[in-house]
């Protein structure tokens, strides 16, 4: 029989991560009209919007030091994805110069939800592609008012975070029961991240400004069958929050999902995307609900004498840090060989099927990306907003990144955010490339490259931590 372990003595207080100095938020509608360019499916069988289940929306929160310096602009929008370089890039710099804002200082994040019209011009000549040049312009001009606005806006308040879990995530690498190939599906079998971080910008009298939802698991709760424009789960998701903090904006932040799907996936009507975001909505709820007062830690207050000793805890005033600091970094990361661009057009010129052409124009997207970046420099911006760490990727890291990086620091609130501040690729991790997944089969980036980012990640942190407050 083994020896008894002694027990572990408990820290004699429970932090959450904090940030006080000014916060700011405003947002606005960017929904674009019915009957603009939609085909986001291979399995489509439409090409334009023929309605709208819930708004698109654009929402911003803002960030300063007490003296309103160094100032930090998130940009949440209920968009797809960027399918070039340029596609995101002229709308952030827009926002940069109306601004006056250099590009640490912002983070242009989309929901990634599949059932958000494409952006890019190069669509133009496709049915209803005549209205993309004005859903840009929309974009981009909802994006400068709110940062405007968010900043008017801003007043003393606490930032606090509080993890939770969630129930919808799972793993999307299914081997088929029929050829024993990966596909993309839920796979009850492999456990998911089911970790659901939630944010609470509060006065000191307690009135939310704001929340954050920062949840990884793809919004396709719809698929190609849907014909409505939809934010997929994160509308229900927001309208679940909000109802029960006065109204106060929710900002959903998609993490590093990858390798996630919902339960409820690739269904022909919303009624799954409003399911699923009740579901996040409600866990969100759960874990706001959880936290202590802007400013406060629960503290081991003594024993209290009973038919047991009894271990007391009290709320009691804690320190928040007032610190903010934004890094733009870069790390270099191999390439995988990719036909070129005139290989790819002939191979799309000469595919009969919908939904191999949606495959190769997908993939002369990637391409793309490759020749913009001319080398395989991959590059990230992380904030220290007080105790808690941002960490934008312009790609689709997997679950395991997040999951390591918290792992790596315990102490903190770590929030990954996907496709920020453009689109380069999925980041795989090692086993995913050995199991040929759709993700590692479509990835620019070489076997090795996820692990490789996350030490880059992990430097970057501590370096943060370590810079004088």
Request: net charge neutral; proline share 6%; glycine share 8%.
């Amino acid at each position: 029989m083994n020896a008894q372990q002694p027990p572990v003595s408990a820290p004699a207080s429970l932090r959450q991560s904090e940030f006080k100095g000014l916060i700011g938020v405003a947002r606005q509608d960017i929904t674009p009209p019915t009957g603009i360019y939609a085909r986001l499916w291979g399995s489509a069988r439409h090409n334009v919007a023929e309605g709208v289940h819930k708004p698109l929306l654009a929402t911003c929160l803002y960030f300063a030091a007490a003296d309103n310096t160094a100032p930090l602009a998130l940009l949440a929008l209920d968009l797809s994805w960027w399918r070039s370089t340029a596609d995101e890039l002229e709308i952030r710099r827009a926002i940069l110069e109306h601004c006056g804002l250099d590009e640490s200082q912002v983070m242009l994040h989309v929901s990634h939800s599949h059932a958000a019209p494409p952006t890019e011009r190069e669509l133009a000549s496709r049915p209803g592609g005549h209205l993309i040049e004005a859903f840009r312009e929309r974009i981009a001009a909802a994006c400068k008012s709110i940062v405007g606005a968010a900043l008017q806006s801003a007043r003393p308040a606490t930032m606090s975070w509080a993890t939770g879990s969630c129930r919808l995530a799972f793993n999307r690498d299914l081997v088929s029961p029929v050829d024993g190939k990966v596909i993309v599906g839920l796979n009850p079998a492999h456990p998911a991240d089911q970790t659901l971080l939630a944010g609470r910008a509060a006065t000191d009298s307690g009135e939310i400004i704001a929340t954050v939802v920062n949840y990884a698991c793809h919004p396709t709760s719809v698929g190609g069958a849907n014909r409505l424009i939809s934010p997929d789960y994160v509308g229900a998701l927001r309208e679940t929050v909000e109802k029960h903090t006065s109204g106060a904006p929710c900002l959903f932040l998609h993490g590093a999902s990858g390798d996630l799907t919902p339960r409820h996936s690739f269904a022909a009507g919303v009624a799954a995307a409003d399911r699923n975001g009740a579901e996040i909505g409600h866990a969100a709820l759960a874990t706001l609900a959880s936290m202590y007062s802007p400013g406060t830690a629960l503290e081991y207050a003594g024993i209290q004498e009973s038919g047991a000793k009894l271990a007391l805890w009290r709320e009691g005033s804690s320190p928040t840090s007032p610190v903010l600091r934004a890094q733009h970094t870069t790390v270099g990361l191999e390439f995988v060989k990719m036909p070129t661009q005139q290989e790819l057009r002939r191979a799309l010129e000469s595919e009969p099927e919908d939904y191999m052409r949606e495959r190769l124009r997908r993939k002369m997207g990637l391409r793309a990306v490759m020749d913009d970046a001319g080398k395989p420099d991959f590059p990230y911006l992380i904030w220290r907003v007080g105790d808690a760490f941002i960490v934008a990727l312009p790609g689709e890291a997997h679950s395991p990144f997040q999951i390591g990086l918290r792992k790596r620091f315990p102490d903190n609130a770590i929030a990954v955010l996907n496709i920020t501040n453009g689109y380069r690729s999925y980041l795989p991790p090692r086993e995913a490339y050995d199991l040929n997944t759709y993700q590692a089969q479509v990835a620019i980036y070489a076997q090795g490259a996820a692990e490789k980012l996350l030490d880059s990640v992990t430097r970057t942190i501590t370096e943060l931590l370590n810079t004088a407050n």
